[in-house]
């Protein structure tokens, strides 16, 4: 009997060794793929009764144009991009494998939407995964052919980030027209730099032997997302300096900057857009970083012409005059002072590290210059500012580095990447012709569950959202290496050249815990399309007959009227009068519990419980209201040192509605006396909705209106929190272009 339970225990402990040692040397698991597309086509009178229910509203408000307001989504991720495969894990609340065959019958079944775009992040794309990837899109659009009631567009996104504020210039959508092997470029182009090398570096090699110790159940995704990252490492960095059409198809292409990404696309000789987004986020933007830069070197007005506004990432809308850090007379980046709505974050460093010195007993001369040392390692280390000080809880930071007063703002706002701020620079490199953004306005999700279109319902914010949470009792250990020990100790991290090499480390990196807090569900783009084909709804984006959401599916127009002539949203007229504009808008419908009966009878109950959450766009017949439309103008700058706070008029002009739909009309009479160009674009703000991440700190504000206490919505934490609050959801028009010609 002993010899036997001798017997069973070496077999147990060599079974562990083997396993250890086969999870750490990556012997386990296989890559995961597009996955199966589940769904047919809509019913015909699904796609009429959407039809139907705009044309009610047309009819009431006397629009005569033809046009179909369609709305899509063009920023969406799969599992197929690293940040997603990694929030997907058990480790992070995941609920697993996201594929590209989801995001087709998400969009069609659970949020209704009329056309879409997979995005996925060309740096950790592969040769097996953008043929995947092809496939996959094309099948979803095989299942449309003749309705066209789903259109689904192949694309990929551009990431780049560094923090040199002259190097860094974000992060930009690719979409293509079409979709044959023959038209489009045979790999997804990436950015050089920080984000590949990181891909290439196999970033969680903790996540082998983590099984082993916290979820064996589990293990397969864990050891897929080694796979993950072994597929990357095993796929060689092509050439460089060598024609985009003659590199061999099994390699990953570098684009290191803006420039060189339009030239790769050019050669393909196929029709794409450029879409940037996330210009204002502060997790990965230097705080100084500036859009002018982009402007007097990196535009492309043939491709580059639409503006991602808002996401589920937040608002890139407002411009403010403050910063989380400024250059001074000598060049010297530094860290400003406090102002009015804003708390920069390296002030707040210096807050905590005061009071600790406080509470020790540190002479006063050795606490001033801690604390100076402190806020001055802080601005110096931009996004990862937190990081100068150690031992930190989240909640310390309060509401720093936030815009207190915008709208739903992105996290770490930056005002320099702003859309109001980018369309009120100019360039005058050229005197005789100085150049300007004229960009149209959309919104979209940016989901990373590969769910197309979720703010539908404000519902189930861990997989509409992207905010995620350590989930057990090691993981929440893990999460308290995010800072390094020693309480009186500040350092300088140079997190540009710092080896990243776990997931402790890219919370130094991101301050993934209180950028978690800000996401939301998503936004959408809404088009005015002469007809639901896929060149229709092409045509509007380019013409920038198009406008934003931030979720709801609001109707809007917004025209310009002269001499009898009609100039949609996103035109641009010359003029030495102003136009009457026209704005007609109407409110979301409200939703009905659960999904339509086209839904429950196309996908089993299993299928839309788990890419649903048994949750679809499912409108009532009640529109909400439309409380008002406010008009902003924004006066491009004549001369470069000329304010841009002063050119920009938010509110410039606002009309009460209360009502389901309303209808203003307006001019300005500054226009001709000014004789200087103009832009106006149009908001139509519903009444208020309960919204997830509506309120992301839970801040305790004192009679002056400053945050004392936080407790940040952290999902992993406190499942029960949504952070859930009542926001007035808006459309933005795409702006109207006055040029003053005499």
């Known amino acids: ?35 199966v597309i589940q769904g047919g086509a809509l019913p015909v009178e699904v796609i009429q009764d959407k039809a139907d229910r705009i044309n ?25 991009s690293t940040d997603a495969f990694m929030w997907s894990l058990p480790f992070f609340n995941g609920a697993g494998a996201s594929p590209i065959a989801d995001a087709c019958d998400f969009a069609r079944f659970c949020s209704g939407l009329d056309f879409w775009s997979i995005n996925d992040h060309a740096e950790a794309s592969t040769p097996r995964k953008w043929m995947d990837t092809k496939e996959s899109i094309r099948q979803c659009n095989d299942i449309s052919e003749g309705s066209n009631d789903l259109v689904s567009f192949l694309g990929w996104e551009w990431t780049q980030v560094d923090n040199r504020p002259d190097k860094h210039y974000g992060h930009k959508n690719v979409i293509f027209l079409d979709t044959d092997d023959s038209l489009v470029p045979p790999r997804a182009i990436g950015s050089g730099g920080l984000t590949p090398l990181v891909m290439r570096l196999g970033l969680p090699w903790t996540m082998s032997a983590l099984p082993a110790i916290t979820d ?23 050439s460089r300096g060598i024609p985009s059409k003659e590199l061999p198809i099994d390699c990953y292409e570098e684009a290191e900057d803006p420039n060189i990404l339009f030239s790769k696309l050019k050669e393909w000789g196929s029709p794409y857009m450029v879409i940037p987004h996330g210009t204002t986020w502060g997790y990965y ?117 936030q815009c207190q007063d915008c709208f739903l703002p ?60 350590f989930n057990n009792e090691f993981s929440d250990y893990l999460s308290d290496l995010r800072r390094p020990k020693g309480k009186l100790k500040t350092e300088l991290l140079d997190v540009g050249n710092r080896q990243i090499t776990s997931i402790a480390d890219l919370n130094i990196v991101t301050d993934s815990e209180r950028q978690s ?33 931030s979720g709801p599916r609001i109707l809007l127009w917004f025209d310009a009227i002269q001499s009898n002539q009609e100039f949609h949203m996103g035109s641009e007229l010359s003029t030495n009068a102003s136009p009457v504009f026209k704005v007609k808008a109407a409110g979301s419908f409200k939703q009905n519990p659960g999904c339509p009966s086209h839904s429950d009878q196309a996908l089993t109950k299993d299928r ?99 945050c004392i206490t936080a407790k940040i919505c952290r999902e992993g934490f406190e499942k029960d929190r949504e952070c859930i609050g009542p926001i007035e959801h808006r459309a933005w028009s795409s702006p109207i272009y006055l040029n003053y010609s005499l």
Not at 59 to 78: A, C, M, P, R, W
Not at 528 to 540: K, L, T
């Open 517 to 549: 807090a800000y996401f939301m569900s998503g936004g959408l783009v809404a088009v005015h399309a002469n007809s639901r084909a896929r060149e229709d709804i092409w045509n509007a984006l380019e013409t920038k007959e198009a406008y934003a959401t």
């Open 56 to 80: 009610k509203v047309k009819g009431n408000l006397s629009v005569e144009n033809s046009k179909q307001i369609l709305f899509g989504d063009l920023h969406v991720h799969t599992t197929y």
């Open 285 to 401: 933007t230097p705080a100084i970083s500036d859009w002018r830069k982009q402007l007097e070197s990196y535009q492309e007005d043939e491709s580059q012409y639409l503006f991602e506004i808002y996401s589920g990432h937040g608002n890139s809308e407002e411009y403010r005059a403050w910063n989380d850090g400024i250059v001074n007379n000598s060049g010297e980046l530094i860290c400003p002072e406090p102002s009015d709505n804003f708390l920069p974050t390296c002030q707040q460093v210096g807050n905590i590290m005061a009071q600790r010195c406080e509470d020790s007993g540190l002479d006063f001369e050795s606490c001033n210059k801690l604390v100076s040392d402190a806020k001055s390692n802080a601005v110096k280390m931009g996004s990862s500012g937190f990081g100068a000080i150690y031992e930190t809880d989240p909640d310390e930071f309060l509401n720093a580095g």
């Open 216 to 238: 064996f159940s589990q293990r397969e995704r864990y050891f897929a997302f080694d796979k993950f990252f072994e597929e990357i490492v095993d796929t060689p960095i092509c």
């Open 410 to 469: 992105s996290f770490n706002y930056r005002p320099l990447g702003s859309a109001q701020y980018v369309l009120a620079i100019q360039d005058f490199s050229d005197p005789n012709n100085p150049k300007r953004f004229k960009f149209g306005f959309i919104g979209s999700s940016d989901n990373h569950n590969a769910r197309p279109g979720t703010g539908y319902k404000e519902l189930y914010r861990a997989s509409n959202t992207e905010a995620r949470g």
């Open 608 to 706: 839309l419980e788990y890419i649903c959450n048994s949750e679809c766009y499912n409108p009532s017949d009640e529109r909400r209201i439309i409380d008002r439309i406010e008009v902003v103008k924004i006066l491009p700058q004549l001369f470069s040192e000329e304010p841009v706070e002063e050119l920009i008029l938010d509110v410039w002009r606002t009309f009460d509605c209360n009502n389901t739909t309303c209808e203003v009309e307006f001019s300005d009479d500054q226009f001709s006396t000014g004789k200087r160009d103009a832009i106006y674009y149009v908001r139509a703000i519903e009444e208020p909705s309960l919204t997830l991440s509506a309120d992301p700190l839970g801040c305790e504000f004192d009679d002056e209106g400053n």
């Open 1 to 35: 009997m002993k010899k036997l339970l001798l017997s069973l225990v070496l077999i147990f402990l060599f079974s562990c060794i083997i396993f250890f040692l086969g999870s750490f040397y990556k012997l386990f698991g296989s890559l995961e793929g597009p996955g």
